[in-house]
T-cell receptor
């Protein structure tokens, strides 16, 4: 049962343009959402998060948007840079689950074309 | 300085063998985790320890046994390895258990286990 889905396995974007990565979830009990970035041969690193009480969170070039009614979130990167080429994982958590855990999507490989 | 380290980075072994993966964090965190990333790229939690106490134990075969000798270490021992155990195993740590809050999880580089 895949509760967090990233339906695009890969995405290519020209340098300087906007990259938009999408994520859908099915569990309405999720109330916190995160994006992790992963380079080859390294572990995932935290990028940005958003609580369900917000619909937008911004950190520099990175903005996450949350649409609770659609159970959808997206990560916008603008402008995209070559160093942004990586796999991006969406993750979700629920604060009322007791001992909290992260449920991850399968990732989207972003390639920035110079 | 590496915040979360794992050894070995690669592990190739035969079916039926017993192997261990070690994890250490120097962040002073109280909580540590083991994740498995399978061939379909699902990154799924296996175990979580807080202050050396097991707090999350997902549906994992009991051939997998985590051991936390102290807060800075969480090792994973796997008995009677099977082909399906081939995966990348990630260790992670966080200050507390609030995955849905301020307790950001920091991941190690992963251990690629191949069972032949």
């Amino acid at each position: 049962d895949q509760q967090v889905k990233q339906n695009s396995p890969s995405l290519s974007v020209q340098e300087g343009r906007i990259s938009i990565l999408n994520c859908d979830y099915t569990n309405s009990m999720f109330d916190y959402f995160l994006w992790y970035k992963k380079y080859p041969a390294e572990g995932p690193t935290f990028l940005i998060s958003i609580s369900s009480i917000k619909d937008k969170n911004e950190d520099g070039r990175f903005t996450v948007f949350l649409n609770k009614s659609a159970k959808h979130l997206s990560l916008h990167i603008v402008p995209s840079q070559p160093g942004d080429s990586a796999v991006y994982f969406c993750a979700a958590s629920g604060s009322n689950f007791g001992n909290e855990k992260l449920t991850f999507g399968t990732g989207t490989r972003l390639t920035i074309i110079p | 300085d590496t915040a979360v380290s794992q050894t070995p980075k690669y592990l190739v072994t035969q079916m039926g063998n017993d192997k261990s993966i070690k994890c250490e964090q120097n962040l002073g965190h109280d909580t540590m985790y083991w994740y498995k990333q399978d061939s379909k790229k699902f990154l799924k939690i296996m175990f979580s320890y807080n202050n050396k106490e097991l707090i999350i134990n997902e549906t994992v075969p009991n051939r997998f046994s985590p051991k936390s000798p102290d807060k800075a270490h969480l090792n994973l021992h796997i008995n009677s390895l099977e082909l399906g155990d081939s995966a990348v195993y990630f260790c992670a740590s966080s200050q507390g258990t609030r995955a849905g809050g301020t307790d950001t999880q920091y991941f190690g580089p992963g251990t690629r286990l191949t069972v032949l």
